[in-house]
């Protein structure tokens, strides 16, 4: 786990660049500000990010009950990482424990879809866009990503890890913006400098952190070796004990 000294500048700059990085994702949730004109966007339709009044009252109805939603699941997913290094201590298995997990979560979603869902035709699958995205949502982002997280946190730690789970929603605003024309806002544009500032900070301080653990690592094996030093110099020293022993036996018994 994490360990925090708030009077080094490495642990300062991990903690400084996670608000950093938390205050940009929400400046791009809850912010939007002016429309930012990106040239690849400018053939888009004017109006297809007009939504009707109607429409939005349905949607901000419940943002309420969305905001709780989200941070739950938000805390839920941080859980799985320091949960998942703990883990990984005590069972050093990466594929396997990869596929509980799967499999875990398959017996999640199967019970809350018998709760939420009443009707057999969610249930039919087709050769369309929604077998695509399910086999794209289990192999990708769930088993590959889990396995290659398990991974990381072997070798850096969760904090580490979900340093770069921010960058999603970069990501996803452009990939939006390019396939979708969707409209990118001037809170999204800052929130995103943010978030990379963040980033780079933490970056940094884990960065120095590895730096500063390594002499300590490279000390053990020292200290094994003049261990192993100290034990040949004594095996040496008694042989030559033993040989000068015996030495003294057979002078001993030669003399008349």
Known sequence: MEKLHMRKVRCQAKVAGTLVTVAGAM??????????????????????????????????????????????????????????????????????????????????????????????????????????????????????????????????????ASAFSPLMMIIVAIMGSFILAENIYLGGVVGAVLIVVGLYSVLWGKHKENKEKKPEAMDIPLAVKGTMKLDEDELETSKANNSVAENSVKTNKEEP
């Open 27 to 160: 400046l791009m949730t809850l912010y939007k500000g002016p429309i930012m004109e990106m040239g690849w966007a400018k053939h888009a339709d004017p109006h297809q990010g007009n939504v009707p009044a109607a429409a939005a009252d349905d949607t901000d109805k419940d943002w309420i009950k969305g905001c709780v939603f989200v941070i739950i699941a938000t805390l839920a997913w941080a859980s799985l990482f320091v949960l998942q290094a703990a883990t990984m201590k005590k069972y050093d298995a990466p594929l396997s424990l990869t596929s509980l997990i799967c499999f875990m979560g398959t017996l999640q979603a199967i019970a809350v879809t018998l709760i939420m869902e009443h009707k057999p035709s969610v249930w039919r699958i087709g050769f369309d866009m929604n077998l695509l995205a399910a086999a794209y949502a289990g192999i990708v982002t769930s088993s590959i990503a889990y396995y290659v997280q398990s991974l990381v946190m072997q070798d850096r730690g969760p904090v580490f």
